[in-house]
């Protein structure tokens, strides 16, 4: 299934469309059905501040997170650090025009570089170009990491569209070179689907997890809702979407 469909279908099914297509089912049947169209959208308004919460939003995202732990390089050691690429941002006007990692690669790349440093293991980033673009995210993650950060890269990985092919791609990759034992980069409440989906490639994985979900302290301003809560709402039915859809691919290549 390509990067578009796969996207296409997800849409409907994350907020906010979901819960729209919810609230909008429950006006059409008001006038014909009142008792099922007030239940939907009560329903529908009530997911949707919830979930528009900090308070919902990053305890949703701390139960993803509750699986992996910071790591400690200095008492698990790994031959080779990969990367995970999280977005490209399209035609950066102040880099001339020209397609540059996203927000979430730089956070990444940001600790996969202070990785390196302290073990001095050689780095794998991987990335493809799912939208058609003409450089792939793991080549703007070699570029930023050897111009911006001053690391090397060894091994660029730029066929894959998925966490699912990041994993079976870089396997590929890296096998030949008898590496088999990873440092895994990702954001933290990736990391419970992806580490799973590259210990299923072959990986050996010691899990590197960076950016987790903070908070200064809670107060009434977390019980309200806001833009970027609904985003972090997102993720988390991603992630679960992503982790059933993985199974269910499994199941299917394995019957």
Same mark, same amino acid.
């Given at each position: 299934m390509s #990067? &578009?469909?796969?996207?296409? @279908?997800s849409t409907f099914l994350l907020p906010p469309l979901s819960l729209l297509l919810l609230l909008a089912l429950g006006i059409f049947l008001f006038y014909r059905r009142s008792a099922v169209a007030k239940a939907l959208l009560l329903t529908g308004f009530g997911l949707l501040w919830i979930m528009s919460t900090p308070y919902f939003a990053e305890g949703a995202l701390h139960l993803l997170e509750a699986h992996t732990t910071a790591l400690d390089s200095r008492h698990q050691s790994a031959d080779a650090i990969v990367i995970l690429g999280g977005g490209t941002y399209f035609y950066a006007p102040e880099y001339a025009g020209q397609n540059t990692i996203g927000? +979430?690669?730089l956070v990444r790349l940001r600790y996969g570089a202070k990785l390196q440093r302290e073990t001095g293991k050689p780095i794998l980033v991987t990335g493809g170009k799912p939208l058609g673009n003409s450089v792939s995210e793991a080549q703007q993650m070699r570029v930023a990491l050897e111009e911006d950060f001053h690391v090397p890269v060894r091994w660029v990985e730029e066929s894959s569209d998925n966490t699912f092919e990041n994993a079976l791609y870089s396997f590929r990759l890296l096998q030949p070179a008898g590496i /088999? =034992?990873?440092y895994l980069v990702t954001h933290a409440w990736h990391m419970p689907r992806s580490a799973d989906? &590259?210990?299923?490639a072959g990986f050996e994985v010691i899990e590197a997890p960076t950016a987790f979900t903070t908070r200064f302290q809670t107060d009434l301003l977390? &019980?309200?809702?806001? +833009?970027?809560?609904? /985003?972090?709402? =997102?993720? &988390?039915? /991603?992630?679960? @979407?992503?982790?059933? #859809?993985?199974?269910? =691919?499994? +199941?299917l290549l394995n019957s």
């Open positions: #990067w &578009f469909v796969t996207n296409f @279908i927000e +979430a690669s /088999h =034992k990873i989906i &590259f210990r299923r977390a &019980f309200l809702p806001r +833009a970027e809560s609904l /985003h972090g709402s =997102k993720i &988390f039915v /991603h992630e679960l @979407i992503g982790m059933l #859809w993985y199974r269910v =691919k499994l +199941a």
